[in-house]
């Protein structure tokens, strides 16, 4: 896989800068196509943004009556996880805090990645907001949002349930 850290040295002659705004957005393009080129196998559950915020990986499927929505989320304390809809939007957010141990004085080494996230979810029909239940348990989440054409746009928290 390569490593998406180190990138070609373009100078002033093709008016590229370290400065440039578009530097991030490349970066994030990079890692999408790194990621959707690589073996399934060499992808981690929860990959890093490049800010250190964490991306929970998800899957969506749709059958005649509803959306279910499925998110890894190890190592993540149901209580710092929140399920929102808001405009047929589903906004899964939280956080993953890092442990910490009172002596840390000798060589410390981490790849597991800390900090917030949010992803948030179109959902092409309307949804009875009412009905829509978030799950979870060891470590994933399932939302299941019942379909309903007739349904009014609405605001809602959903409740987090653990089993």
Do not use: C
């Amino acid at each position: 896989m390569a490593n998406r850290d180190l990138a070609p040295w373009r100078g002033a002659s093709t008016g590229w800068t370290p400065f440039d705004p578009f530097t991030s957005f490349r970066q994030e393009m990079d890692r999408l196509f790194d990621d959707f080129l690589s073996p399934a196998t060499t992808r981690t559950a929860m990959p890093s943004g490049g800010n250190g915020n964490i991306r929970p990986s998800i899957d969506l499927k749709e059958n005649d009556g509803a959306y279910v929505v499925t998110a890894e989320l190890p190592g993540i304390d149901p209580k710092d996880v929140q399920v929102d809809l808001h405009d047929n939007v589903l906004a899964i957010s939280g956080e993953k805090r890092e442990e910490h141990n009172g002596g840390d004085n000798g060589l410390r080494y981490t790849e597991r990645a800390f900090g917030r996230f949010e992803r948030r979810i179109p959902l092409a029909m309307d949804v009875d907001a009412d009905k829509v239940e978030a799950k979870f348990k060891n470590g994933v989440l399932v939302i299941e949002a019942p379909k309903n054409p007739k349904a009014q746009e609405k605001t809602r928290h959903i409740q987090v349930r653990t089993h």
